[in-house]
């Protein structure tokens, strides 16, 4: 079957609003940063290269955290070009809004140890990517796992026994009415020793409002971007 090359940016959005998918021009691919990848796809499937492994990628569409989105490609082909400057080998990491799996394969092709996370019904597509892409692959065996973005994560998720190296989320923040209890989990799980690395497309207003807050909760730095596209670095304010 022939393969396409699958826009890095708006495709989706614009497929979803019936809006018209085009190429980007050779101007715009060479002006592409290195941490933005190209991607093919094939009819029911889409193959991403990272960490010198094909992985092939099943979304659905009976959920959003069953889509491929932007900032998930930004912050692997981050992960993949800065192992140095982010080690994950052998680091405990957390997924929040894992999605289609895609972030927690790459982190735990790096080397790192991952509990992807998101609702239970996105869980069935995310474990048969993660599985599929990883078995026989990674020292450490990733985990799947229910989490649910709210305040009682203590009774669930206390933090004497759930410790992380690493949190990451990429495009958790959309047009939602969770972004309280987002912050909140972030908060929970960023503790002193845990650096968050958040990967965001601007699209809404309320996304703006949740960066200021964001820089609020935690010491933050941005570690790339592009346009709308950021990946952001933090730390918990002790």
């Known amino acids: 079957m022939e393969?396409?090359?699958?826009?890095?940016?708006?495709e989706k959005e614009k497929a979803a609003s019936?809006?018209?998918?085009?190429?980007?021009?050779?101007v715009e691919q060479d002006r592409a940063p290195a941490w933005v990848p190209n991607v093919y796809c094939s009819l029911g499937k889409d193959i991403y290269h990272y960490a010198g492994q094909d992985i092939v990628i099943y979304e659905s569409i009976d959920s959003f955290g069953a889509v491929m989105w932007p900032a998930a490609l930004a912050l692997c082909s981050f992960l993949d070009n800065n192992r140095q400057r982010v080690n994950l080998q052998g680091k405990e990491v957390l997924e929040l809004g894992a999605g289609t799996g895609l972030?927690?394969?790459?982190?735990s092709l790096l080397g790192a140890s991952v509990t992807a996370t998101d609702l239970p019904e996105v869980?069935?597509?995310?474990?048969a990517n993660v599985m599929r892409n990883t078995r026989g692959r990674c020292r450490h065996t990733p985990q799947v796992a229910v989490?649910?973005?709210?305040?009682d994560l203590?009774?669930?998720?206390p933090t004497s026994v759930y410790h992380y190296d690493y949190v990451l989320?990429?495009?958790v923040v959309y047009h939602h009415d969770f972004l309280d209890e987002l912050l909140v989990t972030m908060k929970h799980f960023c503790t002193p020793g845990t650096t968050l690395i958040w990967a965001n497309k601007v699209r809404f207003e309320t996304d703006l409002t949740f960066t200021e807050n964001f820089k609020k909760a935690?010491?933050?730095?941005v570690l790339a971007e592009d346009g709308e596209m950021k990946i952001f670095m933090a730390t918990c304010r002790e």
Request: proline share 2%.
């Open 3 to 10: 393969e396409i090359m699958v826009l890095k940016d708006d």
């Open 18 to 26: 019936g809006g018209d998918i085009t190429g980007q021009t050779p």
């Open 103 to 107: 972030v927690t394969i790459v982190a």
């Open 123 to 127: 869980l069935s597509n995310l474990r």
């Open 147 to 151: 989490l649910s973005w709210g305040y």
């Open 154 to 157: 203590e009774r669930s998720y």
């Open 169 to 171: 989320a990429a495009d």
């Open 218 to 221: 935690f010491h933050t730095s």
